[in-house]
């Protein structure tokens, strides 16, 4: 049976350095979710996670200024003002009322300073309303 | 053509259920006219699923704007290619786009085996039954992609309406890898359905030996080569559209077709295992149902919206569906198991730590190491918000710090594994086959680190590279030597000779060759840099060893956008190298934009110009460049790696056909009158 001890140290040593590997980075990149609702209930240690947050950006509110881009996003009712200060481009899919997530943190003045945007991609359309005003409802043949 | 196309889809779903009930009366009474009818009953379903396809590409085709998922994806002046690909653009198409390529799997099986294995084909049968019964329920009861457009008539009863025009295909698929990257990624999604039902089929049929796994292998390798381009493809498009420089985010749904293609080729390396030794039979049915498993999981994530991703379809209770069958397939190959678990039982051990076996159970460990790392990271927030009831997401970093180090030890495995021998390798053959390859490895890193690769993980991959690569080019160069001495030929010759009468073995040595051009590829992400930078026209911006000036810029109307096309012009060494046009497009039909990157791009580097909009304050075109050096490697690699797929599924040649126009006599050993064959050339070689 030694030689099956040898092949389980072999595996554990394995896994187990990839199990370290993985903790490491899980504290280096996790983030947590919030929505936006949820942001003035968070006190804290929990006001500085990194953080995720989804929302519909309100339309005619994106304006580029040098250096960042700022939007409000909207969700729940509730408004959440945020400047992007990454270096990447903004997506494309980055439009008035589009989907989007953005992540970095809460600044003290309760704004979201953004590291990253992502706006989802908007594979699926709903059929627009007609022009004669007639609402649309698709119905199975 | 609409009533036409729900009417076969309906059709299909019929006889989908007749292949599932009358195949299990068939297993139950042993009928011949049952097992037939079920057999036919499975043909008809796939034949039906072809109707219901052809006539959504012609309604696409034909501009039939009353159909809702004809308007959600096409417009007027949509070329005839991108038509084509508005078919799986959105989640109903993409559904029934699925059931179409497994259609032509199981139509291809139950044609090709129609009068072979017997005992095994019914129960093969009524597993793929089942799963094409899922995916005909989603089209015709959840998602189906023939719903028209109704609105309340003037006496109150509903009536079809006509649009005039479509929304248009959005237009980040609006791109040649985006006509064939979901073909080739759900080929590999739906082809291992097959190895799956053969398993499961074999399993519970309790079928003798390991048939399933010859009959298998090669609609196995398809499936994975398939998967591999997809995935490839995939990083290319999002590398070339999406416009941020790299190829790979860790995005959820890229790692969901990556899971498939972890088990896939843990499958692939392990059954050789079985077939050599009896060993591991527990293991390949499980990893196969797994591939299965995160193949439907894949779909789940990419089409529920379950992880936040670029790529989920809107959030959608079609997740649910998925769920369920998940589980209940799950459950269907748990029972399986159970109860015919002793007809796994293995012929043999491990006998070695140093030996072709050892290699194999690393390389599965590893690699599944990996698929979990992947698959937990992916459903962290999930998960995350269950148990703490906070939703957690992890980023690169994560993903990165497991699977570079994995990737090393896959890497050293591919050069080390093949050349093992089986059971045990003594410390002489150890030495002779690893010396010149280490040397090499150890060379090309001292090369490498003095001309300033200091990067740790990328110095380590490229070492690793040569030192594979030299394992594989000595397996080539001894045989072919053998052939040459044999026949007179040329090396080269005999090389492709030698790859010919064992293609399996030989094609496998040049799929792993396409792997380590990958990771030369790969290593080159630790060097990447880029400038951004807001440019007047006649401004300038440094870049490595490049200078960019743009010229100027124009825009140009296409039926389907208009396009605003920056002119930069590449300087190298004070000398003009060539024009790169990076383009903005916008797309009337939906008013959205895309970008088009314009790459320059050489083995050593690619300079990649994208041009990123205007200034909001300066209205200046603002330009984005990225040096992203050995790109190109990574699509070279995907090519090869194709390629020995292509060889590997190649029937062996005989050697006979050689040696009777064999120039030198035959050796004294034998009778000149007698042919030369080597006995291992002939029999089908399993390496």
Known sequence: MQKQAKFGVGIAIIVASMGFLAWLGYGESKTYYHTIAELPALHGSSRAHRMRVGGTVESGSIRRLPGRVDFVLEGEGKALRVSYVGSDPLPDTFVDKSQALVEGSLTNDGNFRAEHVQAKCASKYEAAPTADGGSVKPSTM | ?687
């Open chain 2, 1 to 687: 053509m609409d009533v036409f196309g729900s009417f076969a889809l309906l059709l299909a779903f019929i006889c989908a259920a007749y292949a599932l009930v009358g195949g299990i009366a068939a297993i139950l009474t042993r009928h011949p006219l049952l097992i037939k009818s079920a057999r036919q009953a499975g043909i008809a379903t796939c034949g039906l699923i072809f109707l219901a396809t052809g006539s959504l590409v012609y309604l696409f085709f034909s501009d039939s704007y009353w159909v809702s998922y004809v308007v959600a994806h096409s417009n007027h002046d949509l070329s005839t290619f991108y038509k084509v690909a508005a078919l799986w653009s959105g989640q109903e198409g993409s559904l029934l786009f699925w059931s179409f390529l497994l259609a032509i799997y199981v139509f291809s099986v139950l044609l090709v085996y129609r009068n072979k294995n017997g005992e095994l084909m019914p129960y093969v049968g009524v597993v793929l039954a089942g799963v094409q019964i899922f995916f005909l329920t989603l089209n015709n009861f959840v998602a189906s992609p023939f719903k028209v457009l109704a609105a309340p008539g003037a006496n109150g009863a509903m009536e079809i309406f006509t649009r005039a025009d479509g929304n248009g295909l959005t237009p980040l698929l609006q791109y040649p890898e985006m006509v064939i990257h979901p073909p080739n990624l759900y080929s590999g999604y739906t082809g291992f359905t097959i190895p799956f039902a053969f398993a499961l089929g074999a399993l519970l049929a309790r079928y003798p030996g390991e048939k399933w796994i010859h009959l298998t292998r090669k609609w196995t390798m398809i499936a994975w080569c398939f998967q591999t381009v997809g995935i490839l493809l995939g990083a290319h498009w999002a590398y070339a559209v999406l416009g941020w420089g790299g190829y790979w985010g860790w995005d959820p749904v890229e790692n969901a077709s990556l899971l498939p293609w972890l088990t896939g080729t843990a499958f692939l390396h392990s059954v050789m295992m079985q077939e050599k030794r009896g060993m591991m039979k527990v293991w390949n049915v499980w990893l196969v149902f797994c591939t299965f498993f995160l193949c439907i999981l894949g779909t789940l994530l990419t089409r529920s919206g379950v992880v936040s991703s670029v790529h989920a379809f809107a959030q959608s209770s079609i997740g649910n569906w998925f769920v369920g069958f998940l589980l209940l397939a799950i459950t269907v190959c748990l029972v399986a198991y159970v109860k015919n678990r002793d007809y796994l039982k293995s012929e043999n051990q491990l006998d070695s730590m140093i030996s072709r076996e050892s290699s194999f159970l690393f390389n599965n460990l590893i690699l599944l190491v990996s698929c979990i790392a992947v698959l937990s990271g992916t459903l962290f927030p999930v998960f995350s918000e269950w148990f703490s009831g906070s939703r957690i997401s992890v980023g690169a970093p994560f993903f990165n710090k497991v699977n570079i180090p994995i990737g090393l030890l896959l890497l050293f495995l591919t050069g080390v594994g093949p050349l093992l021998a089986w059971r045990k390798t003594s410390a002489e053959s150890l030495k002779r086959n690893f010396g010149w390859p280490l040397l090499m490895g150890l060379l090309a890193g001292g090369v490498f680190f003095s001309a300033g690769v200091r990067e740790f993980f990328s110095l380590f991959c490229l070492l690793l590279c040569v030192f594979v690569t030299t394992t594989i080019g000595m397996e080539f160069f001894r045989g072919a030597k053998v052939i040459r001495a044999r026949t007179g030929t040329s090396l080269v010759s005999s090389a492709v000779e030698l790859t010919m009468r064992n293609t399996r073995r030989y094609g496998g040595y040049i799929v792993h060759m396409g792997m380590v051009l990958i990771f030369v590829g790969l290593s080159g992400a630790a060097f990447n840099r880029d400038v951004q930078k807001e440019m007047p026209p006649g401004g300038t911006m440094d870049i490595g060893p490049y200078k960019l000036l743009l010229q100027s810029s124009d825009s140009k109307a296409e039926p389907n956008y208009t396009a605003q096309r920056m002119i930069v012009e590449v300087w190298r060494d004070h000398k003009p190298l060539m024009m790169l046009y990076p383009e903005r497009r916008f797309f009337q039909s939906n008013e959205q934009s895309g970008t088009m990157v314009a790459i320059y791009s050489t083995l050593r580097e690619d300079l990649y110009v994208v041009y990123a909009g205007q200034s909001p304050e300066t209205e200046r075109p603002v330009i984005h460049a990225f040096l992203n050096p050995l790109v190109k490697w990574i699509w070279f690699g995907g090519v090869v790696v194709v390629l020995g797929t292509i060889v590997t599924l190649l029937p062996n040649r005989r050697a006979v056909l050689v040696l009777t126009g064999a120039t030198e006599p035959a050796s004294r050993s034998h009778p000149a009158s007698q042919p030369l064959v080597p006995s291992v050339a002939l029999k089908e070689s399993h390496d």
